[in-house]
């Protein structure tokens, strides 16, 4: 089976996950037509949500107000199949992580924590924005916008 997905993990996958999953897929159009990129399927999976949920509505309103549509995002859970599939596991905290190394017989070659590749960044973890006020889910997302360059950098360098 070809590794050809870029797969966000979160919790519920209707807040963190699918914004990291929308903001990714906006980078990736900017890219030119001839970036090896361009065939990357580009997803996002909960450890324990329940499928079928919708975009918490505060992730789809930050989200649109950097011109990026995540309205018809669809939660589903991760899989073994899934990750049979993925070339890089980008997890929203080392929970995440810990999660699927403890429920799944086997990882992607490339499993880490978003803001991992951030160089200095302050924490690993993002906080979850579920139950909290628009601010929150405006600083999530600034945060997961700030590692989209070291993401596409990483995956430009380790994707052929």
Do not use: W
Request: aromatic share 6%; proline share 5%; charged share 20%.
């Amino acid at each position: 089976m070809k590794r050809d997905s870029v797969i966000f993990l979160c919790t519920g996958n209707i807040c963190r996950s699918p914004m990291g999953e929308g903001l990714l897929k906006h980078a990736i159009a900017a890219l030119p037509d001839s970036s090896p990129l361009k065939t990357l399927r580009v997803l996002s999976a909960g450890t324990f949500g329940e499928d079928g949920m919708r975009a918490s509505s505060n992730s789809i309103i930050a989200l649109d107000k950097v011109g990026v549509d995540i309205s018809r995002h669809v939660a589903q859970s991760i899989t073994q199949e899934m990750l049979d599939g993925c070339f890089a596991l980008v997890a929203m905290t080392q929970a995440h992580l810990d999660t699927v190394r403890r429920y799944f017989k086997t990882m992607p070659p490339h499993s880490f924590t978003l803001l991992s590749l951030v160089p200095n960044a302050a924490h690993t973890d993002i906080l979850d924005p579920y139950g909290y006020g628009m601010n929150t889910y405006i600083e999530v997302r600034d945060e997961i916008i700030s590692a989209m360059p070291h993401l596409v950098k990483f995956l430009e360098k380790e994707y052929k």
